[in-house]
């Protein structure tokens, strides 16, 4: 994607931002949902399958890594371009510019929904979608750099916010998560499948690989990075479910923000809204970056060095698109599901098959010398 002098090197981002990047991706409105439905497929023990999903990112993180390491100074198009031909890598470039559009825009609709339902009901979806075009904009032209400032000033600047929710531990029944396993291991099992996709955004990573200052902390910034997403999961579905009864967790499909919307001070009562609003800015360092690479990705198919012309042109198709097909949030969670299951293939999958040709092709180099 051309930046500031066209290079990676003219982009380099630092350790921390590179951190923030990919944790940045991981955690959006998943959050927000993700202690209801861990509670309605394995109850109070669901807290325990969020270690399963983090393990499985950071092995899957640690291959692409590894794969990223066969071609430092590219992104994984130029790396496939490179050791498997031209249209090896055209047809990838085609499934992650269709990968990242899709995570973008179902992110951004979400962010845009979660509003209008906690907020402002009366809305449309698309205008208070078209508040946020000219920030992505502004954000996203100034490249990875620019993406790596803005995750680390929103994290830098929000961290207090997981922390306002000890407020509600005066609500807490720590009785709810007694006994430990009290249905075995097996809703624990089922409930891994839904931690794996919550962590979902790592794969930027192949995208990010190029740009990071000290490629030999890549390996320890990724566990970071998973690890920091872990504390989050954990720190937040916890709370949920001390804060709410078994049952009753099970009906807020919002629980956090019905957890916020406890905290009241006596010059502030709807403290829910407040930290919705901040918290839309934790949502765009998750779309944020997703845009980015899918322009990079429609730029190596069409029109290259006419960057803002692309994003104006995605930025708009989402617009349009939400005008004419309004998403409810049921809908919603239903194609975010489906975009999991593709999820699963590029982001888990697929390290592991380039990582496998890799090696196959240099073992057939070596043989045939």
Not at 178 to 203: A, D, N
């Amino acid at each position: 994607m051309p930046q500031t002098g066209n290079t990676y090197i003219d982009n380099k981002i630092t350790r921390l931002q590179f951190i923030f990047l990919i944790h940045g991706m991981q955690v959006g409105v998943g959050v927000i949902t993700m202690p209801s439905e861990l509670a309605g497929i394995s109850g109070t023990d669901g807290w325990i399958a969020i270690f399963g999903g983090w393990v499985c990112s950071i092995v899957a993180s640690l291959a692409m890594i590894q794969v990223m390491k066969k071609y430092p100074n590219g992104t994984v198009i130029q790396l496939v371009r490179h050791y498997f031909g031209k249209w090896s890598g055209t047809l990838l470039t085609i499934i992650f510019a269709a990968y990242m559009m899709m995570f973008a825009y179902l992110i951004f609709g979400r962010m845009a929904l979660l509003i209008k339902t906690w907020i402002m009901q009366q809305s449309y979806t698309y205008v208070l979608m078209l508040l946020f075009v000219v920030p992505a904009f502004m954000v996203v032209k100034g490249g990875v750099r620019s993406l790596g400032r803005f995750a680390e000033v929103v994290i830098l600047s929000t961290i207090w916010m997981p922390f306002i929710l000890l407020y509600v531990f005066k609500e807490a029944n720590w009785i709810n998560l007694l006994p430990v396993l009290k249905e075995g291991w097996m809703p624990v099992w089922h409930s891994v499948s839904s931690t794996i996709l919550s962590f979902l955004g790592f794969e930027g990573v192949l995208f990010f690989y190029p740009y990071l200052e000290n490629k030999k902390t890549a390996s320890a910034n990724v566990v970071i990075a998973n690890t920091l997403t872990l504390a989050v999961y954990l720190f937040v579905t916890i709370i949920c479910f001390v804060v709410f009864s078994p049952d009753e967790i099970t009906q807020y499909h919002l629980a956090p923000l019905s957890a916020a919307k406890i905290i009241e001070f006596r010059f502030l009562e709807r403290f829910d809204i407040i930290f919705l609003s901040l918290y839309t800015l934790l949502i765009c360092k998750t779309w944020f970056p997703a845009l980015h690479i899918a322009v990079h990705c429609t730029e190596q198919l069409v029109a290259r060095g006419k960057t803002n012309a692309h994003m104006i042109v995605l930025l708009a198709g989402m617009i349009v698109f939400s005008f004419f097909w309004d998403l409810s949030w049921h809908e919603s969670k239903v194609w975010i599901a489906r975009f999991n299951q593709l999820g699963v293939g590029v982001a888990y999958l697929l390290p592991f098959v380039l990582w496998g040709l890799l090696i196959m092709r240099n073992w057939i180099v070596r043989w045939r010398n």
